[in-house]
């Protein structure tokens, strides 16, 4: 619990676009090794915070600390921070004029620098995480949704990323597909990465979180542990979304 | 001379072929560096003009932005809503008396149609960047690629796919619209095919046989283009690869082994 574990701080953080205020002042901590899941009503927010972390989207206010520098600085690199911190979308985001390996090595050779030859191999290795392997010569429009989204995981990875951003990775997934990314997903919460994770999948949530986060209406309505949210919650509106859930 | 109309034309063809093949050659080099700079200039101005500006730029950078853009819609308009003809009347002879340049002929053709395949190549390359989904852009942001990175690496090559038949199009209406330039002098097949016309007044001959060749030129080149277009796409299929060696023989291809490094060689 000491201050240099912790990676990522936010604090009074807002985001209105035009009169609709969609954050209302957010704060939350990651500390290193947490498995941070997001949960709550589509529309509460999630998204807008996770796509703020990564400065897709500008905050209107407040501030984001990512160890312990300031990343809305106007001084700051956007590029060189984002490199750090790897972001899977709902939509995997595949750059669809290259095939599986060049997805995962044009980061780090364009960014990151590294010889064609290093970011081959650590592209291979990741894709072989994700048992992605046999597909490397395959162009995302070859593939399927789970596959594509498996793909996505060891695009982000490949640049080794501190902290691994997930915006719904498997709400465009069908069933048996959000197994297989589910899959990958707990396998890298186990190794120990730090990630973010907004998901509509409860029992995945349930499973891998370290924190969770229950938002409704632009605020944190509540969070803590996964005992403490799922089994014992406080506030009436996460009693009431998660009723449905425990029910099943 | 003949007195049958197939006969004057393998007339005309065996007197004057040279006089139409210069000048369809003339025809081919002014349409084809035209188009070529003509795309250049309408890739500078396209990508120029989707450059994302924020309000948490600098005013300067908002300021500068706003000139340049201004400038560029201004070309962009101007030149495709007057008569290239017009144009070429206004640049060639209003560069000497305005500003005492003497452009040559050739220089102020290759001119011409360059800026003029520009202003509308500038709009069409817009309209294939924005016709990229712009989740890419995100997913390229998002491994910390710049915005001209992301345009180099990512977004410029699809949009470059699917503007390709644009640029087809307009090669061919350059191949057709040089016959204006004959206006300043320039012999291209247009003009070689009034002068061979007007030596016997075979107008109907001579022109049956321009009609023919200008349909070849264009004709040919966007098959040329299509082909071109499907090798762009890459194949439909593609192989899987594996370490396992058994494998190889039923058509899969080999890569390094990741974590047997001795196997990459």
């Known amino acids: 619990m000491e201050n240099r574990d912790v990676l990522l701080k936010i604090s009074h953080l807002s985001k209105t676009f035009g009169k609709n205020a969609v954050l209302k002042d957010i704060d939350f901590t990651v500390k290193k090794g947490d498995v941070t899941c997001i949960i709550g009503a589509s529309g509460s927010g999630k998204s807008t915070l996770l796509r703020c972390i990564n400065l897709l989207e500008t905050p209107t206010t407040g501030s984001i600390l990512f160890k312990d520098r300031d990343i809305m600085d106007k001084n700051g690199d956007p590029a060189a921070y984002r490199a750090q911190v790897g972001m899977v979308f709902q939509n995997f985001n595949l750059f669809n004029n290259m095939n599986v390996i060049e997805n995962c090595t044009v980061g780090q050779t364009k960014v990151l620098k590294k010889s064609a030859e290093e970011a081959r191999k650590k592209a291979l290795y990741y894709l072989e995480k994700v048992g992605m392997l046999p597909y490397i010569n395959a162009k995302p429009r070859q593939l399927s949704g789970g596959q594509k989204q498996r793909v996505a995981i060891a695009r982000a990875l490949s640049m080794e990323p501190v902290l691994l951003l997930f915006d719904e990775p498997t709400s465009a997934l069908d069933p048996q597909m959000v197994g297989e990314v589910l899959d990958v997903m707990k396998r890298l919460a186990k190794e120990g990465l730090t990630m973010i994770i907004v998901t509509h999948e409860m029992a995945f949530a349930r499973d891998v979180s370290s924190h969770v986060v229950f938002m409704a209406d632009g605020v944190i309505e509540e969070e803590g542990s996964v005992s403490e949210i799922f089994y014992n919650p406080k506030s009436f509106v996460t009693k009431e979304f998660l009723s449905r859930f425990m029910r099943e | ?265």
């Not at chain 2, 410029?156 to 390709?164: F, K, V, Y």
């Not at chain 2, 087809?168 to 330039?181: Q, Y």
């Open chain 2, 1 to 265: 001379m003949p007195q049958d109309f197939f006969g004057r034309i393998i007339y005309l063809l065996s007197r004057y072929g040279m006089s139409f093949f210069n000048g369809a050659l003339q025809t081919m080099n002014i349409a084809l560096v035209g188009t070529i700079f003509g795309c250049i200039i309408g890739f500078a101005v396209g990508v120029v003009q989707t450059i994302p500006v924020s309000k948490n730029d600098s005013l300067v950078k908002r300021i500068l932005y706003s000139i340049v853009s201004f400038l560029l819609n201004a070309y962009v308009e101007i030149f495709r809503g007057t008569p290239m003809m017009v144009q070429a009347m206004f640049i060639y002879y209003g560069s000497s008396a305005l500003f005492n340049i003497n452009m040559s002929m050739m220089f102020a053709a290759y001119f011409i149609v360059s800026i003029n395949t520009g202003a509308y190549m500038a709009e069409t390359v817009r309209g294939g960047v924005l016709s990229i989904d712009p989740g890419q852009e995100e997913g390229a942001k998002a491994i910390g690629m710049t915005h001209v990175q992301t345009m180099i690496y990512v977004i410029l090559p699809q949009a470059l796919r699917n503007i390709m038949p644009q640029i087809g199009n307009n090669l061919i209406i350059n191949i057709k619209d040089t016959c204006v330039l004959s206006i300043i002098g320039i012999v291209e097949l247009f003009f070689a095919s009034k002068g061979v016309a007007g030596t016997y007044y075979t107008y109907f001959e001579a022109f049956t046989i321009t009609m023919v060749i200008y349909f070849i030129l264009t004709f040919t080149c966007s098959r040329i283009l299509r082909v071109f277009e499907n090798r762009m796409d890459g194949p439909d299929s593609y192989d899987l690869a594996t370490t396992d060696t058994l494998a190889y023989t039923s058509g899969m291809v080999r890569f390094p082994d990741p974590k047997n490094n001795k196997e990459d060689k």
